[in-house]
């Protein structure tokens, strides 16, 4: 049973750059046919998607947030991350991490979530 | 920027039929999935591909699509189906959105 598990600070000041990594147990990230994402969700409001990373590298980010969105994946601890540079209160959600499927196309495994404030 | 659009809330009495819809310029083009979502809860694929629906998900929930218009079903609603659901496509370039959710209330 593949599982993700994000972590991570939990607040961050505004101007700095938000880091989290996901790690997932139950399945190598190597093994393709997956791609690795990040997606949050504001309090009390709907989910956003940020980007996704493929195990060879490859990137892809939301267009409203890529000017400030680096998702990196680290092969051999079966990790993959996030940093969100210039962190505002906007920023402060819910963050997810997922693993989406090219079969099926969907996000079908989820991390537990992790509230990230922005704050100072 | 590309858009789904749900209605932000459905309402149905144990036993009816639920039905939640979602639209969105691309979907004749774009597969559309949903996920259900409980308080506190990560979200849960439960269609995909339109209308397939993965292994461990009750024969009660089923999707349908038509024009720009995608539907998630759920026939003889239960109290626990009460949540949050969000369908997801891709834009015409092939980046992810979700749409802005529906509350479904089981009366």
């Known amino acids: 049973q593949v599982q993700l598990q994000e972590s991570g600070p939990g607040l961050v000041k505004p101007s700095q750059t938000l880091s989290l990594t996901c790690t997932v147990s139950?399945?190598?990230?190597?093994?393709?046919?997956?791609?690795w994402s990040w997606i949050r969700q504001h309090p009390g409001k709907g989910l956003e998607w940020i980007g996704y990373i493929y195990y060879s590298g490859s990137t892809y980010y939301n267009p409203s947030l890529k000017s400030r969105v680096t998702i990196s994946v680290d092969t051999s601890k079966n990790q993959f991350s996030l940093k969100l540079s210039s962190v505002t209160a906007a920023d402060t959600a819910v963050y997810y991490c997922a693993r989406g499927s090219f079969a099926t196309g969907g996000f079908d495994y989820w991390g537990q979530g992790t509230l990230v404030t922005v704050s100072s | 920027s590309y858009e789904l659009t749900q209605p932000p809330s459905v309402s149905v009495s144990p036993g009816q039929t639920a039905r939640i819809t979602c639209s969105g310029d691309a979907l004749p083009k774009q597969y559309a999935y949903w996920y259900q979502q409980k308080p506190g809860q990560a979200p849960v694929l439960v269609i995909y591909k339109d209308s397939e629906r993965p292994s461990g998900i009750p024969e009660r929930f089923s999707g349908s699509s038509s024009g720009t218009t995608v539907t998630l079903t759920i026939s003889g609603v239960q109290a626990e189906d009460e949540a949050d659901y969000y369908c997801q496509s891709a834009d015409s370039s092939g980046l992810w959105v979700f749409g802005g959710g529906t509350k479904l209330t089981v009366l």
């Open positions: 139950g399945g190598s990230i190597s093994s393709g046919g997956y791609y």
